[in-house]
């Protein structure tokens, strides 16, 4: 997407524009806040993860796809007042224009462009630049400051292909065929993106998933995802699915629940399965190294794709990453943001949230 700039550069400064606060990012001309963690007036919301998308707002503009997510996490009465932005649209609030750009990260990600007396800083929320077959795939937009996170933002994390972890579980399953795999994955976007990508695999068994998943996941599938043939897990029959794969939350693989299923191998689709000790501390016997994140290599690839001379750190390996730019000749810093996570904690608290009733 190429945003034209309209207005002459240098009447506007950053700080006059955006301020980190503690209810989050506050927009002080236009009175609103980006992804704030406090309940606000009017919030901005870049992606449907619990860290970033709270209920209790007066007013929400989000993604059609980000404001049923809400809706289905917290329930209808998730804000007073919801408004809907269309990617590439821009939307104006007292002075200052906002576009919602795709970020990649999960199925209505963006992030948000703000633009005010000839200055434009990108917003950028959680991004990944690897393709995703469940959602639309990250845009660069050339602005003066990028705000980015840096979840991953050590030289360790450099995400392996996606497509090429999935293998490694469907090359277990043909290793094992009477046990069970349990893939632990985050219930909003890592659980169908994995699925899309076992698809992908050809793969073409039912796949099996734990009831916290089936609400998002059949919104998912509403918008087009193709994730074959889902059955939801039911109790008595765990003990016949040898075999097959169970798609669960991550808090689930060590779960007295996934011990009645057939000398089940349990799997964690994580960008910190790059970690051994991780994988090893969690009881993880098949790490699978799939992220949603942006990887040390594309955060600074994106930090460059966008040719903004400043950058902001929300949160994550902030020191390293502001490190980096300053070596390369950017201005950086960090914003200690708080509030914000890996999606590990703070999905976890959601994801009970996530079970269709019964
Ligand atoms: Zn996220
Ligand atoms: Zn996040």
Redesign the pocket.
Known sequence: MTLARRNAPGTMRPSDLLIPTPAGLWCPPADVYIDPVRPVARALITHG?S??ARAGHGAVLATRETLAIMALRYGEGFTAQRQEAVPGETVRIGEVEFTFVPAGHVLGSAQIVVECGGLRIVASG?YKRERDPTCAGFEPVPCDIFIT?ATFGLPVFRHPPAHAEVGKLLESVRLFPERTHIVGAYSLGKAQRVMALIREAGYDRPLYLHGAMEKLTEFYISEGAQLGEVRKVVAAERKTLGGEIVICPPSAIQDLWARKFPDPVTSFASGWMRIRARARQKGVELPLIVSDHADWDDLQATIRETGAGEIWVTHGEADALVHWCTSVGLRARPLHLVG??D?GEAEAAVEGADAVPV
Do not use: L, S, V
């Open positions: 993860h860290d970033h959680d996170e914000y996570g999606e």
